[in-house]
């Protein structure tokens, strides 16, 4: 029986490629990377109709797997994409891993020290490709990073994230931070309540969170 954030999930795709060609009519830049910590991404690109040009699309990483990765971006991107099982995963015992009932059917990759979960492939083939082709669209000139609350991100993660020295950065959250004040900081209501935002609740276009078009134009 399909989730309610199952659901939420297929009405909003549908939304986001309905409105694509409308959306993408707002924007006076398409040439830019958005490094994401999971799908939102891809769905962003899908939103507006653009080529996904970003190695980050249809896949996830843990929280702080993730701050390392855009803490050294140009040295972990330079890295050579390994594959391992998924009994091999640093992440298996940890309480994010043990509730995906679907873990163990996705490609897992390694770059260095850090894993990237391949949600939306159906192998390690398809992985790699689509992983080496996007690196070389990557425009360092216009990044977006974005972040948010999920697979375990502690207020250390948040703290580090918020440090980096990337002029355009933007995190997505359903909580409240202790002593966190920063408009980079996006949170946003959802329901049900959940101890981290869903996926259905990342805007993929502009509304009352975030003028995303803006954001965008102004990479």
């Known amino acids: 029986m399909p989730t309610y954030e199952g659901l939420r999930l297929k009405l909003l795709k549908f939304k986001r490629l309905k409105f694509a060609n409308r959306r993408r009519k707002k924007l006076n830049k398409t040439d830019f990377t958005i490094i994401s910590n999971n799908c939102w991404g891809g769905m962003l690109y899908e939103s507006y109709n653009l080529p ?99 697979n375990g991100c502690t207020l250390k993660d948040l703290n580090d994230f918020l440090s980096l020295p990337y002029k355009n950065k933007v995190f997505f959250t359903s909580n409240k931070w202790p002593n966190i004040t920063n408009d980079r900081v996006i949170k946003i209501s959802q329901f049900p309540k959940h101890k981290s935002i869903m996926a259905s609740y990342e805007p993929f276009g502009s509304n009352k969170y975030l003028n995303i078009e803006n954001l965008l134009n102004s990479l």
């Open 52 to 150: 996904k040009q970003s190695p980050t699309v249809g896949l996830y990483f843990m929280a702080s797997d993730y701050i390392k990765f855009v803490s050294n971006l140009h040295g972990y991107i330079e890295k050579d994409l390994k594959f391992i099982q998924p009994g091999e995963s640093k992440w298996k015992d940890s309480e994010q891993i043990k509730n995906d009932v679907h873990f163990g059917e996705y490609p897992i990759g390694k770059l260095g020290d850090i894993e990237i979960f391949f949600l939306h492939y159906k192998d390690e083939e398809e992985a790699l490709a689509k992983w080496q082709r996007r690196v070389k669209r990557i425009n360092w000139d216009r990044l977006l990073i974005k972040f948010n609350d999920q």
